[in-house]
T-cell receptor, first 112, second 116 residues
Framework: EDQVTQSPEALRLQEGESSSLNCSYT??????LFWYRQDPGKGPEFLFT???AGEEKEKERLKATLTKKESFLHITAPKPEDSATYLC?????????????FGAGTQVVVTP | NAGVTQTPKFRVLKTGQSMTLLCAQD?????MYWYRQDPGMGLRLIHY???????AKGEVPDGYNVSRLKKQNFLLGLESAAPSQTSVYFC???????????????FGPGTRLTVL
C-alpha cells in the first residue's frame, strides 16, 4: 500500500535556527513529489514539484531535495513568517495525473 | 484573477440535512478536485473531474455526490449529512495531463463544515 509519512509532526525553531523536514514515501512509480505550505484557516499554497532523484529546488529560505525514498525541505535561517504547516504529496503510478496522496504535514513554529 | 474560490466559508448542519458546496475557478483549468482535511490525516481526495460533464470517485467518495455542469464550476453535495462528515473541505484545480503544462494543483480557501 502506498504511504506518505512526514516527520516530525511539529517543530519549534528559534529565528535563524536552520532545520529540515522529512517526507518519506513508499509508492510504485513516482511521477512527482509536491510541497505545499498551509497557513491556519487557509488553503494549501504550492511551493515546489520534484520529479526525479537528485533534483533540488529553492525559493527564498526554502530548499527541497529528493531521493528515491524521501524528500527533505530545508529551512535556512527561518523567520517568524515561515511559521506554517508544510505538506508533502506524491503522484504515483500510471494514469496518476491529479491523484495526489498527501502526508499529514509538519507544523512549524518560528519564534523571534 | 481570483484563482479558486469556495462558497460558503463556514456551515453548520444537523444530521440528515443536505447542502451543496460550490467551487469556482477562473484559470481555465480542465481538472477539478474535492478534498477533505481532518486532523492528523492529511488531505484525502473525495471526487474529481477531468472535464465538463465528467466526474470520478477518489479515495473517500461515500456520502458525497458531485457535478461539473460548467468548466469553471465543481459542486460537492451532501444528501444526508452525518457527524463523520465534519471536516474542512478544499477544492483544487489544475491543467489537464494532455495540456503539457504544469500538473500543479491550486487550492481554494476551504469550507469548514460542522455536522451536529
Amino acid at each position: 500500500e502506498d504511504q506518505v509519512t512526514q516527520s516530525p509532526e511539529a517543530l519549534r525553531l528559534q529565528e535563524g535556527e536552520s532545520s529540515s523536514l522529512n517526507c518519506s514515501y513508499t509508492v510504485s512509480g513516482l511521477r512527482g513529489l509536491f510541497w505545499y505550505r498551509q497557513d491556519p484557516g487557509k488553503g494549501p499554497e504550492f511551493l515546489f514539484t520534484l520529479y526525479s532523484a537528485g533534483e533540488e529546488k529553492e525559493k527564498e529560505r526554502l530548499k527541497a531535495t529528493l531521493t528515491k525514498k524521501e524528500s527533505f525541505l530545508h529551512i535556512t535561517a527561518p523567520k517568524p513568517e515561515d511559521s506554517a504547516t508544510y505538506l508533502c504529496a506524491v503522484q504515483a503510478g500510471a494514469d496518476s495525473w491529479g491523484k495526489l496522496q498527501f502526508g499529514a504535514g509538519t507544523q512549524v513554529v518560528v519564534t523571534p | 484573477n481570483a484563482g479558486v474560490t469556495q462558497t460558503p466559508k463556514f456551515r453548520v448542519l444537523k444530521t440528515g440535512q443536505s447542502m451543496t458546496l460550490l467551487c469556482a475557478q477562473d484559470m481555465n483549468h480542465e481538472y477539478m478536485y474535492w478534498y477533505r482535511q481532518d486532523p492528523g490525516m492529511g488531505l484525502r481526495l473525495i471526487h474529481y473531474s477531468v472535464g465538463e460533464g465528467t466526474t470520478a470517485k477518489g479515495e473517500v467518495p461515500d456520502g458525497y455526490n458531485v457535478s461539473r455542469l460548467k468548466k469553471q464550476n465543481f459542486l460537492l453535495g451532501l444528501e444526508s449529512a452525518a457527524p463523520s462528515q465534519t471536516s474542512v473541505y478544499f477544492c483544487a484545480s489544475s491543467y489537464s495531463r494532455t495540456s503539457g503544462i504544469t500538473d500543479t494543483q491550486y487550492f481554494g480557501p476551504g469550507t469548514r463544515l460542522t455536522v451536529l
